[in-house]
C-alpha cells in the first residue's frame, strides 16, 4: 500500500480524497493555487505546495510543477479526483515516466476512449449498442452526405469532445454546414483536435450510467446505475440510484454491456459507462468515463462502498475482494450539486465571503464540501462548492428527505441554486420519474413564464 500520496486537485473531492486516505493510514500531500491558500483541502492535508497563480491554467493544470512537487515530496501516487489533469493522457504517461502511480487507468486506455470515435468502434466490436451514426468525417462535404444517409434530427461530435463541448444537434440540413463548423472549432480550440463524427439523435432519452470497478487481475465487478438525466446545458445538476425508469431485465443487460465494454479495452480502476435510454428500453453507449465521476457519492451510499479507497487499493495492486453477487444496493439515493450561482439571472456565477453557513444533519444525510464560514469563494473555478445526498427506503422518502435538506441548507452570502433544486424536486414529471434530458428546457420555460 501507499504510504504518501498527493492529491492534483481541489474543492470538495480534493477533501473526499484527503478524509478516504486518512482512513487508510496515508499521507496526504496538497497542492495549491495562490486564491486557494485557505482552501480547506489545503489546511486538512499533511503536507501543501502551491503550484502556481490563481487561474487553472497557472496552477492546477500546471504538469511540471505538480510533478515536482510530487517527487521532491516523496509522493508514491497521484489521485486526479475528477475533472483538471484526471482524463489527460499525457499527464499520466509522465507520472509513468517519473514512477509515479497514477491513480485511474493506463495513458493508453485513457487515449483510446477519450478518442470517441475510436471508442464507438471498439464497443461495436465487443457487441455494445451504439448510436447509429458514422465514422470520423474529413470535410463539410463529406458530413453532409453522411448526414443525408442518417437522416435528421442528429448530433455532430468532437472526437475529443467532453463537458458538452464540441457537440452540435443540426434539425435541417440547411442548419448543417454551420453547425459542423462551429462544433469543430470549438473541440479544436478546447482540445487541440476538431475531428468530428455524427450520431442520430435519439429523443426523447435517459441518460443512465453504470459504475465499475476494475483490478489488475481481470477481475469487474458492476456497482449499479445511476440516473442523470436532469441536466441544463449537458451539466448534470440532479443524480439518483436506482434508477427509475429501469426494469430489472434491462438493468441486468446494460450492466452486462458495461462490463463487456470495460473488458474491450482490459480496463483498470474505477471507470464509468454511460448510456442512452429510449422509451422502448432499447440502450445505446454514449462514453466511457476514464476517472472518478463527480455523483460517485451516489453509488457509495446506495451500495455501501467507498469507490475512492477502492481506487487507491486497485492502484496499490489489490485484488478486488467483493464478487458480483455480493453486491447489493439498499433503499433510494439522490444528489442534488449546490454550485454558486443565480438561477434567476442566467445561472450566472457568484464568488464572495461566506457569512453564515448551516448544513443539513440527520440520518442518511451527506453533503461533501469544502467551504466554512468566512470562506471565500473564489471567481477562478466550476461553481460547485457541494453535493447534497440523501438515502431513504423509498424513492418518495428520499425526494422528502432531499427537499428537507435543502429547506436547511443556509449558505449566506454568495448566490446558490438551492431553490430550484427545490422546485425541481416538487415538479409533477420528476414526482413520476417519466423525466428526461430535455426536462431543463421545458421546466426553465415554465418557471420564466
Excluded at 468566512?374 to 460547485?384: A, E, L, N
Aim: glycine share 8%; hydrophobic share 40%; with cysteine.
Amino acid at each position: 500500500m501507499f504510504s504518501k500520496i498527493l492529491i492534483a486537485n481541489r474543492g470538495e473531492i480534493a477533501v473526499r480524497i484527503i478524509r478516504a486516505c486518512r482512513e487508510m493510514g496515508i499521507s496526504t500531500v496538497a497542492i495549491y493555487s495562490e486564491a486557494d491558500k485557505n482552501a480547506m483541502h489545503v489546511q486538512l492535508a499533511d503536507e501543501s505546495y502551491c503550484v502556481g497563480g490563481s487561474r487553472v491554467s497557472e496552477s492546477y493544470l500546471n504538469i511540471p510543477a505538480i510533478l515536482t512537487v510530487a517527487v521532491e515530496s516523496g509522493a508514491q501516487a497521484i489521485h486526479p479526483g475528477y475533472g483538471l489533469l484526471s482524463e489527460n493522457a499525457k499527464f499520466v504517461s509522465l507520472c509513468e515516466q517519473c514512477n509515479i502511480n497514477f491513480i485511474g487507468p493506463t495513458s493508453e486506455m485513457i487515449r483510446k476512449l477519450g478518442d470517441k470515435d475510436n471508442a464507438r468502434k471498439t464497443m461495436r466490436a465487443a457487441g455494445v449498442p451504439v448510436t447509429p451514426g458514422c465514422d470520423i468525417v474529413e470535410n463539410v462535404e463529406d458530413a453532409k452526405a453522411e448526414a443525408e444517409k442518417i437522416g435528421f434530427p442528429l448530433l455532430i461530435k468532437a472526437r475529443a469532445g467532453g463537458g458538452g463541448k464540441g457537440i452540435r444537434r443540426v434539425d435541417f440540413i440547411e442548419q448543417f454546414e454551420e453547425a459542423f463548423m462551429a462544433a469543430s472549432s470549438e473541440a479544436k480550440s478546447a482540445f487541440g483536435d476538431g475531428a468530428c463524427y455524427l450520431e442520430k439523435f435519439i429523443f426523447p432519452v435517459k441518460h443512465i450510467e453504470m459504475q465499475l470497478l476494475c483490478d489488475k487481475y481481470d477481475n469487474i465487478i458492476c456497482l449499479g446505475e445511476r440516473e442523470c438525466s436532469i441536466q441544463r446545458k449537458n451539466q448534470k445538476m440532479i443524480e439518483e440510484s436506482p434508477s427509475p425508469a429501469l426494469d430489472e431485465k434491462t438493468r441486468k443487460q446494460m450492466m452486462i454491456a458495461a462490463v463487456k465494454a470495460a473488458k474491450a479495452v482490459n480496463y483498470i480502476n474505477a471507470g464509468t459507462v454511460e448510456f442512452l435510454l429510449d422509451n422502448d428500453s432499447n440502450f445505446y453507449f454514449m462514453e466511457m468515463n476514464t476517472r472518478l465521476q463527480v455523483e460517485h457519492g451516489v453509488t457509495e451510499m446506495v451500495t455501501g462502498l467507498d469507490i475512492v479507497q477502492w481506487q487507491i487499493r486497485i492502484a496499490a495492486g489489490a485484488m478486488l475482494s467483493r464478487t458480483q453477487d455480493s453486491i447489493f444496493t439498499h433503499g433510494n439515493v439522490i444528489e442534488c450539486r449546490i454550485n454558486a450561482e443565480n438561477p434567476d439571472k442566467g445561472y450566472r456565477p457568484s464568488c464572495g465571503k461566506i457569512t453564515r453557513l448551516h448544513t443539513p444533519g440527520g440520518s442518511f444525510v451527506r453533503f461533501d464540501t469544502a467551504i466554512y464560514q468566512d470562506y471565500v469563494v473564489p471567481p477562478y473555478y466550476d461553481s460547485m462548492i457541494g453535493k447534497l445526498i440523501v438515502q431513504a427506503r423509498s424513492r418518495a422518502e428520499a425526494i422528502r428527505k432531499m427537499k428537507m435538506a435543502l429547506s436547511e441548507l443556509t449558505i449566506d452570502g454568495i448566490d446558490i441554486n438551492r431553490d430550484v433544486l427545490a422546485e425541481i424536486l416538487s415538479d409533477e414529471r420528476f414526482e413520476s420519474g417519466e423525466y428526461t434530458t430535455d426536462f431543463m428546457s421545458d421546466f426553465e420555460k415554465r418557471r420564466n413564464n
